[in-house]
């Protein structure tokens, strides 16, 4: 009995710490610097990272050649400079944390970087969007990829709801998760 009794709250401490390190915000380091081409783009990268609401940037550039502006979305399409609406220029120490979802548009202060690509475009998810731990789920493969021999893939719902053997659906992967655990402590 005492020794179900100490499982149980071995899982238990687990499980609230499993929630504890979702509920942070996710740090993102970024290297700031003109891309040497296209798919090595910070866009690229942005387009295939899950921002959420608490996550933070950080950015790595020499402070006496460069700076990091956030603009709006005009002066991030025309790279212009003169009015940012936050500027950062504290180089290998600058960090913003995204307080709100959206889009936030972030250009070079150099003369002529943001033209040569230097930019980024992070959209943060909505609040409502739940962290699901680890890796974000990967996109269902093209139907070129479905036809090459291998392993078939189970899409996930498009909701974000996940399923487990011997489980129901649940809206998030930590729900099911501390359900499955707690059916098997039980």
Not at 23 to 51: C, D, V, Y
Not at 94 to 107: F, K, M, N, V
Not at 138 to 166: L, M, N, V
Request: aromatic fraction near 6%; glycine fraction near 6%; include cysteine.
């Amino acid at each position: 009995m005492a020794v179900v009794s100490s499982t149980r709250s071995a899982v238990l401490l687990l499980l609230v710490l499993i929630f504890l390190s979702l509920a942070e915000g996710r740090n993102h380091l970024i290297e700031w610097k003109i891309p040497s081409s296209e798919s090595e783009s910070l866009n690229q990268w942005a387009s295939r990272t899950r921002f959420r609401v608490g996550d933070t940037l950080e950015w790595r550039y020499d402070a006496s050649k460069d700076s990091v502006l956030q603009v709006s979305k005009r002066d991030y399409v025309t790279c212009t400079t003169s009015s940012p609406l936050i500027t950062y220029n504290d180089g290998n120490n600058t960090t913003a944390r995204l307080e709100q979802s959206g889009p936030h548009y972030y250009i070079s202060g150099a003369v002529g970087h943001c033209q040569m690509g230097q930019k980024l475009i992070v959209v943060v998810m909505s609040e409502h969007h739940r962290r699901t731990g680890g890796a974000s789920p990967a996109p269902a493969p093209s139907p070129a990829d479905r036809s090459e021999a291998g392993p078939s893939i189970a899409e996930a719902p498009a909701s974000g709801a996940w399923s487990f053997p011997g489980c129901r659906k649940f809206l998030t992967l930590e729900s099911a998760l501390v359900l499955c655990l707690l059916q098997l402590v039980m």
